[in-house]
C-alpha cells in the first residue's frame, strides 16, 4: 500500500484538518467531536443543512459546506458513519432558528445515528426533518443497505434543497424539494479497480486486469454482476440504459447529467463517458439542460465511474443554477 498518509488511524483527522486550513475562508473546523461547519456559524432565520457520511468519498460532505449548499457535514472514520455524538453538535452548530434538515445517505449506520442525533437535537428544542437518498438503480439491498443506495445524487440533492434554503424557504418546503429530487434522480457505477482503506492496508475486494464489476457501491459493495473489460461505449451503456429505464426518461425531459469520477480516473475518460451517456439520453428524446462531469462523490483511489441523471423541472433547473460557493462547487 503506497498512500501520502503518515498513521493509518489518524487520516482523517489531519485530512479534516488540512481542508480546514485550505478553505478557511469557507469553513470551521471543529474537533472532539470533529464535524466541520460554515464559516462564520449558523446564517439566522435560515434552515440548517446538515450532511454525513464515511469519509473517503472527497469532496462528498465537507467540500460542499457554504453558500448555497450544506451548513455542516460531518466526516465519519473511513467508509463508516459518524457517531450522533457527532452529528448532534453540527446539527446544533446548523440551526438559525429555522429548524434542521439532515441529508442522509440510505446506509443502515447512517440512517440509525442520524435518527438518534435529531432525537437528541429535538430535546434540545431543534425542529429536524430527514431525506434518505435512495439513487442507486443497480441493487434493492446490498451490505451495507436495506433497499437501494445513496450515492452521487446526494450532490443534487444537497445542492438544490441548499439554495432553496438560502433563498428563505421554511423546513418543510426544503424538505419538500429534497424528496422531489431523491424522487427524479438515479445512479449507477462501474469499478475498474478496487479501492484500499489505509487501516485495512489490502484492498476492499478483487478484480483481476480482465474484470470489472457492474454496478459496484461507493464503499466496494458487490454490484449485478463481474464482467470482461469491455469500451468505454459498452460499458456506458451498461450504466445509463438502466438508470433511463428505471426513471422512464423519454418525450420532452428535461435532465441533469452527471458523470462522476470514482478518484482514480482521470477526466478525459469520464468525458469519454459523458459524450456516450449524452448520445444515449437524446436518443430516447431527452434534453440534456444541465451537466457535470469530475470527482464529486469518489471511493478514494477506485478507478471507476458513476452516471446520475436528474429530471429537471423549471424550479429544479433554477435551484441548481442559483449561486453556490464551495470548496467543491462554485457559480
Not at 426518461?249 to 478525459?268: A, F, H, I, R, Y
Request: aromatic content about 4%; charged content about 20%.
Amino acid at each position: 500500500m503506497k498512500k501520502l498518509i503518515n498513521d493509518p488511524s489518524r487520516v482523517v483527522d489531519e485530512s479534516v484538518e488540512g481542508f480546514g486550513l485550505a478553505h478557511a475562508d469557507l469553513v470551521a473546523v471543529h474537533t472532539d467531536p470533529i464535524f466541520v461547519s460554515r464559516a462564520g456559524g449558523a446564517v439566522q432565520g435560515k434552515v440548517g443543512l446538515v450532511s454525513g457520511g464515511g469519509s473517503g468519498h472527497e469532496p462528498l460532505h465537507a467540500g460542499f459546506v457554504g453558500l448555497g449548499m450544506l451548513d455542516a457535514a460531518v466526516p465519519g472514520a473511513m467508509f463508516t458513519s459518524p457517531t450522533p455524538d457527532a452529528i448532534a453538535p453540527a446539527t446544533v452548530a446548523a440551526n438559525g432558528g429555522a429548524g434542521v434538515l439532515h441529508i442522509v445517505k440510505n446506509y443502515t449506520g447512517d440512517v440509525l445515528n442520524f435518527e438518534t442525533a435529531a432525537e437528541l437535537a429535538d430535546a434540545d428544542g431543534i425542529e429536524v426533518r430527514s431525506v434518505i437518498v435512495n439513487d442507486d438503480v443497480a441493487v434493492e439491498d446490498s451490505l451495507y443497505t436495506a433497499g437501494r443506495r445513496g450515492v452521487a445524487g446526494t450532490v443534487m440533492v444537497e445542492k438544490i434543497a441548499g439554495a432553496a434554503a438560502e433563498r428563505g424557504d421554511d423546513l418543510a418546503s426544503v424538505a419538500e424539494i429534497a424528496e422531489r429530487v431523491n424522487a427524479n434522480v438515479r445512479s449507477m457505477g462501474v469499478a475498474l479497480s478496487a479501492c484500499t482503506v489505509p487501516h485495512a492496508g489490502t484492498p476492499s475486494f478483487e478484480l483481476t486486469e480482465a474484470e470489472i464489476e457492474i454496478g459496484i457501491g461507493i464503499h466496494g459493495e458487490p454490484g449485478r454482476r463481474r464482467i470482461p473489460m469491455a469500451p468505454a461505449d459498452e460499458i456506458t451503456e451498461m450504466l445509463t440504459n438502466p438508470v433511463m429505464d428505471d426513471l422512464g426518461v423519454g418525450g420532452s425531459d428535461q435532465v441533469l447529467l452527471l458523470v462522476n469520477g470514482m478518484g482514480g480516473t482521470p477526466l478525459s475518460e469520464l468525458y469519454v463517458v459523458y459524450r456516450t451517456a449524452r448520445r444515449l439520453l437524446e436518443g430516447r428524446g431527452a434534453t440534456v439542460a444541465r451537466s457535470l462531469v469530475g470527482n464529486y462523490v469518489t471511493s478514494l483511489e477506485m478507478q471507476g465511474c458513476s452516471v446520475t441523471v436528474l429530471r429537471l423541472d423549471d424550479e429544479m433547473t433554477a435551484l441548481w443554477d442559483a449561486p453556490v460557493h464551495t470548496a467543491a462547487l462554485r457559480w
